[in-house]
């Protein structure tokens, strides 16, 4: 079982920053993609970024130029960067890992999200 602790969540001004770090402990063999996707109300869930072990980063493009994700493999841990924030980056932010335990076979695990609130 792999258990995921998210951070690093608050209330922020517009044009603020704020870090978001996501730890994944338990039994992990291995970890693939981590990433970072956000809720806000009476929306869906979307994607943030996300990023490979081997480091390729995706960003959604509202976020380009504003987000940085980056991962600590020796930690297990990743991170978001987040600067420029807008009243709009205003959600519930998941930390989501794929991760492979004892077995063969790699698994989704998700966070149990962080709040992250932008005022004007």
């Known amino acids: 079982q792999v258990h995921l602790v998210e951070s690093g969540g608050g209330l922020v001004q517009a044009g603020g920053s704020l870090r978001l770090a996501c730890a994944a402990s338990g039994s992990i063999s291995s970890i693939g993609s981590m990433g970072w996707y956000r809720q806000a109300p009476g929306n869906q869930r979307e994607l943030v970024a996300t990023i490979t072990n081997g480091g390729s980063t995706k960003y959604a493009d509202s976020v380009k130029g504003r987000f940085t994700i980056s991962r600590d493999n020796a930690k297990n841990t990743v991170y978001l960067q987040m600067n420029s924030l807008k009243p709009e980056d205003t959600a519930v932010y998941y930390c989501?890992?794929?991760?492979?335990?004892?077995?063969?076979?790699?698994?989704?695990?998700w966070g149990q999200g962080t709040q992250v609130t932008v005022s004007s």
């Open positions: 989501n890992v794929i991760a492979r335990g004892s077995g063969l076979y790699y698994y989704e695990y």
